[in-house]
């Protein structure tokens, strides 16, 4: 039996704006599954139910369509809920798969060129939250792009703020992971909470330090060099060979 509606509930599930699709149906499937109305979502009732059969799956589709519509906009509600939607909940579900989910060239461009629009703005756990959001779009619509690519794309849009030069360049040069986007945003993750853990900010002009790892080793803190002096804690090279310090030895471009 399906409980009663829960406004508290359903406000933890973001308003369906036309953008945000993917995070927007799974939070909606897990809340309508918890609620036991996912079935009349996903078909129709059989021509042989009967009438309290019937009776039961129009009163669960209601409650359904009353939970899912609490969460559209209204431009998203008058673009899905028409004479066949406003009283049937898998057509409903139907219509807003067709409308957002749909692979057709135009949804597929609409969320490709949403990405690539998106900038960083200097928030590295924005930006890293953000991206895998649009990440799950891409494969709701089914575009299809070589891994490698999209980490380039990934960390490109990072390569504007000089802080992260660094990471931006080691995680570049990782050959096991800079085809995993995945796996690209979880190093950038593993870096963002290393700062906050150390006290140290993203916005400073201290020394970078940037977590990596290999599928041999753990994660380990690489140091650099920086402001003309050698960092001692710096393992890589010598003193005497450190560009920070002898920028002349820097091989020319």
């Known amino acids: 039996m399906a409980e009663k509606f829960n406004e508290k509930e359903a406000t933890s599930i973001p308003i369906l704006d036309g953008t945000n699709y993917s995070e927007w149906y799974l939070r909606m499937c897990f809340l309508l599954q918890s609620k036991d109305l996912l079935e009349v979502c996903e078909k129709a009732i059989g021509q042989d139910a009967t009438p309290s059969a019937v009776n039961r799956?129009?009163?669960?589709?209601?409650?359904?369509?009353?939970?899912?519509?609490?969460?559209?906009?209204?431009?998203?509600f008058l673009e899905v809920i028409n004479s066949k939607t406003s009283d049937k909940a898998n057509l409903l579900c139907s219509k807003i798969n067709e409308q957002y989910a749909s692979k057709r060239a135009m949804n597929k461009g609409r969320v490709w060129m949403n990405w690539r629009k998106a900038n960083y703005s200097g928030n590295l756990h924005h930006y890293i939250e953000e991206t895998r959001k649009f990440l799950l779009e891409l494969d709701s619509v089914s575009v299809k792009m070589p891994s490698e690519i999209l980490s380039?794309?990934?960390?490109?849009?990072?390569?504007?703020?000089?802080?992260?030069?660094?990471?931006?360049?080691?995680?570049?040069?990782?050959?096991?992971?800079?085809?995993?986007?995945?796996?690209?945003?979880?190093?950038?993750?593993?870096?963002?909470?290393?700062c906050q853990t150390k006290d140290t900010c993203l916005n400073t002009s201290s020394p970078a330090s940037a977590l990596v790892s290999s599928s041999n080793e753990p994660y380990r803190i690489l140091y650099y060099c920086s402001n003309g002096k050698h960092n001692p804690k710096c393992l890589t090279h010598k003193k005497e060979e450190c560009f920070a310090e002898n920028p002349h030895l820097r091989p020319q471009k």
């Open 152 to 194: 380039y794309i990934i960390l490109g849009k990072l390569a504007g703020d000089s802080k992260l030069n660094q990471v931006v360049e080691l995680l570049t040069l990782n050959e096991e992971i800079i085809n995993k986007p995945d796996q690209i945003l979880s190093r950038l993750q593993e870096y963002s909470n290393h």
């Open 57 to 76: 799956w129009t009163k669960l589709s209601f409650e359904a369509i009353t939970t899912i519509t609490s969460r559209i906009n209204n431009c998203v």
